[in-house]
């Protein structure tokens, strides 16, 4: 009995090796496909964007998102589709958001209230406008300095390659209001925290810190922040009046979900793999960009990986609900799946331009998998880089299993042209650059969902049934 | 006596005749420096946008507008500034433009009304919509086909640098909703006459014709008529139902104005130069191309002709109000003034991206004066076009006298992306661009107010005293 299981694991293993040598040009030759002729990918977001549109986290519009990504995937022949539910506390925009300098010029200014953001009174109030060039210049005005006031917050954000601008810039909305609250300030505005010069403001989440009610905080688009600066410049030291008004609310628990769908993989005993997007946008946009596009390339990737051959390991998609409103879903996920272990997880949700690196976490621990990974997307014109990936905002799991993480970064000198705005809609993903994420993701995921051995150590895999373990 | 005026005479053209071509070095000395460093424009479209803002026709905004660029002509020395009120029938947005497509799919659209549109019912209606591709395709619907429906016109424009797809695409504005409510419809929605992809819709004037009864007409922006479009080719064959809500009103007769200025030339009697822009803008947008950039340009330009040295003829500006519906001030300025003549007119109305061409309507009947103004303008990148200058909107007046025009044709790829759009805002403005535009209007209008002869002939001027006619 020994003897023969040792001769099945040999054989097992023989196999399996012969398996992922051989699958190695099948892949290739299937990534390039995807490359050229893909149509899985543009079919997802497009009819996303048509048929949906915008979807705000615990909303049916959100509702109508899982049903029609769950009847995709269906119809495209992922097994053991669902949507997971989960409650949230939910946030709406409500249908007013308009400010008015009333002082010393009067002048619309155009404005989109924060995720989190109060109402004003009906009507909207009017007050004193108070100019901070950055957050430090807000951390540094005295305590109660901003009683009855309107507090402005600007910055100096630049398009960057490799998106980190936005943790340069990102504070101004993630805390910036939130501190004026605390100051005494009755209202904030901020320069929206974007790259581009259109009169659609970049909205996003904000938060109150405990103990700090939180007011009305609202974006404006950058060129209408600009005039406001020259405001402060022309009017000469005398006030500069807004007139502030908005209606979003909160509505307490609504049901928000998760939907996933899978490849199964030959040996779906073993740890999957797990690709994630969001399917959440914000309120004011088709999301194409942020999400849309993302979990079109991971479907339409696993699609083209199963067409190369049955992988070894299940491939799971996990179109995460409520991202935006504060990774309620990635937490939900988590929360649920945290004993099953996940062999490695992948995200895409930084628009559909070009990848241009990669990163794992397993660059020492496994060297030779990172290696052949980098020598596989090279040439995408995917370089191999020197950090350590993080995993998006979706792999909470990941995170919390202490797991393999993979980051394919995409070309973010458009992205906060478009990300939370109107703006993102469908005409802007360039269809030639969406094929070649799913080239890449084809290449990655399939070699993956190939690999035998842990991901994570290059060792075996202590999930994995015992034929597995030589 | 007879031989002391010949004298005085000859004495007077020897040395108008030293001072042109004295002059010649000095003007284009002057033209280098603004091409360098002129702060007039940008000054003069910075304040207007940042201090007033959006200034639709006939209302207070537009007051604003002309009390504000009063005090700077004023400022900057310009004689004989002047409001010249006249009245016209006054069209205002309202507050309210909602479009929503409510079947087979769910989803808001963004749109704005065209100038004369009619209001919706309070609450909006809802009605099928009927795709026509072109105007054409309009047309040919037969009559009351249209018949308690929303019209939907669609077209290709795109980026000229002589703006005209302009003339091809803007029919759809232009005729579409009268055509459409001539038919039955109750309303009709138009693909923005633009050539961006923000959620910015372009507005813009439309009319009915007689004995039509104006629906309400609206632009949806162009991502969201693509998304309409591909509404129409997912539905299927079934109904696509739009509701739509929009309270724009006439208000009757209002005031307005055009703001005059003047560089008083050394012989004010012989014909002035005007140079004409309109101080209006849509509701939507500070109007920093349209025509913000135009009437800092032709200031400006005055401005530098008199630094190289007062000229001969005086130079008149025209900030003509009311353009955008429907040409107020242009017809106000011709009825008013069309017994006196004038030597020439420019206008800028395209923008503030570079001049590439120069045209006139002199070719043939001044080939000298053309030749010249041809060659001085070349160093700047202006080349010497084939057609003959037509004119901008706000020279009614020489075209109804028949005469003298030049065209300094701007650059007009970005043009559209801009026109009539939210976006039209300073930071769309290139400095380097705007003083190029400058430095060339000063070649060019320097030439002509130094110019002895009949512009439109180069023959003596039969409104020009005495001294003149050699």
């Given amino acids: 009995m020994h003897k023969t299981l040792t001769a099945l694991i040999a054989l097992s293993l023989a196999s399996m090796s012969t398996t992922a040598t051989a699958d190695t040009p099948a892949l290739e030759a299937q990534a390039v496909r995807a490359l050229e002729n893909d149509t899985h990918a543009w079919h997802f977001v497009e009819g996303l964007t048509t ?8 909303t ?18 992922f097994a053991n589709v669902a ?6 506390d939910t946030w709406v925009p409500g249908d007013i958001a308009r400010a008015r300098v009333t002082a010393p010029f009067a002048q619309d200014l155009v404005v989109l209230p924060l995720g989190n953001s109060a109402a004003t009174p009906a009507g909207g109030f009017e007050a004193e406008v108070v100019f901070f060039r950055t ?19 600007s910055h100096q954000m630049r398009p960057a390659q490799d998106g980190s601008h936005y943790g340069f810039a990102g504070p101004v909305r993630w805390v910036g209001p939130g501190i004026a609250a605390s100051k005494g300030a009755i209202g904030a505005v901020i320069k929206s925290v974007g790259t581009d010069h259109h009169r659609n403001p970049h909205t996003g989440g904000t938060s109150f810190p405990a103990g700090v009610t939180p007011i009305p905080a609202g974006a404006l688009s950058l060129p209408d ?21 908005m209606n979003p609310r ?3 628990a609504t049901r928000s979900g998760n939907v996933v769908g899978e490849i199964v993989g030959r040996n ?8 994630a997007c969001h399917i959440d946008s914000w309120w004011n946009a088709p999301g194409a960009f942020d999400d849309g596009a993302g979990c079109a390339i991971i479907s339409a990737a696993a699609l083209h990986v199963k067409q190369a051959g049955q992988p070894l390991r299940t491939i799971r998609v996990l179109l995460a609900g409520a991202e935006e409103t504060g990774l309620w879903g990635s937490r939900a996920y988590s929360d649920a799946h945290i004993d099953e272990a996940i062999a490695v997880g992948i995200e895409s949700d930084f628009g559909a331009d070009r990848i241009w690196r990669f990163e794992s976490n397993f660059r020492e621990s496994n060297p030779a998998l990172h290696k052949r990974i980098a020598a596989a997307v090279a040439r995408f014109g995917v370089s191999n880089g020197n950090d350590a990936a993080t995993g998006g905002a979706d792999l909470n799991i990941v995170r919390d299993q202490k797991g393999a993480l993979i980051d394919l970064q995409q070309d973010g000198l458009r992205y906060f ?5 109107p703006d993102d809609t469908l005409d802007k993903i360039d269809p030639v650059q969406l094929r070649q994420n799913v080239a890449v993701w084809t290449m990655v995921v399939g070699i993956l969902a190939n690999e035998a051995s842990s991901i994570l150590t290059g060792g075996p895999i202590p999930s994995a049934p015992a034929i597995m373990q030589d």
Same sequence: chains 1, 2.
């Fill in 51 to 58: 048929e949906v549109g915008p979807r705000q986290a615990g």
């Fill in 417 to 421: 042209d478009l990300h939370h705005t």
């Fill in 268 to 275: 779906p005993s073993l740890p999957p793999v797990l690709l």
């Fill in 225 to 245: 922040a600009e005039n406001l600066e020259r405001m402060f410049e022309r009017a000469g030291g005398k006030p500069v009046m807004l007139k502030l008004e």
């Fill in 135 to 153: 957050v430090d210049d807000l951390r540094a005005a005295p305590e109660g300095s901003l009683k009855g006031k309107i507090a402005y917050i």
């Fill in 83 to 88: 949507d997971e539910p989960f409650t949230m």
């Fill in 60 to 77: 049916e519009a959100e509702a109508r998102a899982r049903a029609w990504s769950m009847a995709w995937l269906k119809d495209k022949g």
């Fill in 250 to 252: 909160q509505i307490g």
